[in-house]
T-cell receptor
Framework: DAKTTQPPSMDCAEGRAANLPCNHS???????VYWYRQIHSQGPQYIIH???NNETNEMASLIITEDRKSSTLILPHATLRDTAVYYC??????????????FGKGTKLSVIP | DAEITQSPRHKITETGRQVTLACHQT?????MFWYRQDLGHGLRLIHY???????NKGEVSDGYSVSRSNTEDLPLTLESAASSQTSVYFC?????????????FGPGTRLTVL
């Protein structure tokens, strides 16, 4: 069963902020929200994760709604190198299943010059 | 620098042949994973290991096997390759137990079964 819903594709102008939404309405209290991306022909790359507070690192910001049913990944100044498929994943904290990542189809972000 | 490598990067084989894909990581991570990626699908988990001598089946394990004799390596074996196993294969590793840690992925192996 799909645990996250993402739009299949989005465009963003170079230099603008890219806001990628993710719906995870059935998320449980012990599940984190993770974001990975996959640039063409490469292995997936970790971006950021969070539980309920907003998070920021050198790559992106993650905004999680108060009810935790949706989140938004923000790339503040998109570049052409950010063109990739972005995956939103919910992941259990602890327990036997917590090591695994379940990838959906993600959002293909195209950054346009 | 520590890293995760896969070999070969490209492989063409024939139906029925045994094929082994190598995965090697130098981070000393306990957890290692094999995924496959096909057009129209996200990555799907094949097998995973939480440590030496530990192996577990993932979502699409039929026709594949793994063994974990040391921390650094998790080879993936296709016992009798089938055309349906033509895919891109990714290996990954992670250090800690629990959900609060990231997986690091290798560059992938593109396998074609004729």
């Amino acid at each position: 069963d799909a645990k996250t819903t993402q739009p299949p594709s989005m465009d963003c102008a170079e230099g603008r902020a890219a806001n990628l939404p993710c719906n995870h309405s059935t998320i449980s209290g012990n599940e984190y929200v993770y974001w990975y991306r996959q640039i063409h022909s490469q292995g997936p790359q970790y971006i950021i994760h969070g539980l309920k507070n907003n998070e920021t690192n050198e790559m992106a910001s993650l905004i999680i709604t108060e009810d935790r049913k949706s989140s938004t990944l923000i790339l503040p100044h998109a570049t052409l190198r950010d063109t990739a498929v972005y995956y939103c994943i919910v992941r259990v904290f602890g327990g036997a299943g917590s090591y695994q990542l379940t990838f959906g189809k993600g959002t293909k972000l195209s950054v346009i010059p | 620098d520590a890293e995760i490598t896969q070999s070969p990067r490209h492989k063409i084989t024939e139906t029925g042949r045994q094929v082994t894909l190598a995965c090697h990581q130098t981070w000393n991570h306990n957890n290692m994973f094999w995924y496959r990626q096909d057009l129209g699908h996200g990555l799907r988990l094949i097998h995973y290991s939480y440590g030496v001598q530990d192996t577990n089946k993932g979502e699409v394990s039929d026709g594949y096997s793994v063994s974990r004799s040391n921390t650094e390596d998790l080879p993936l074996t296709l016992e009798s390759a089938a055309s349906s196993q033509t895919s891109v294969y990714f290996c990954a590793s992670s250090l800690l137990a629990g959900g609060n840690n990231e997986q690091f992925f290798g560059p992938g192996t593109r396998l074609t079964v004729l």
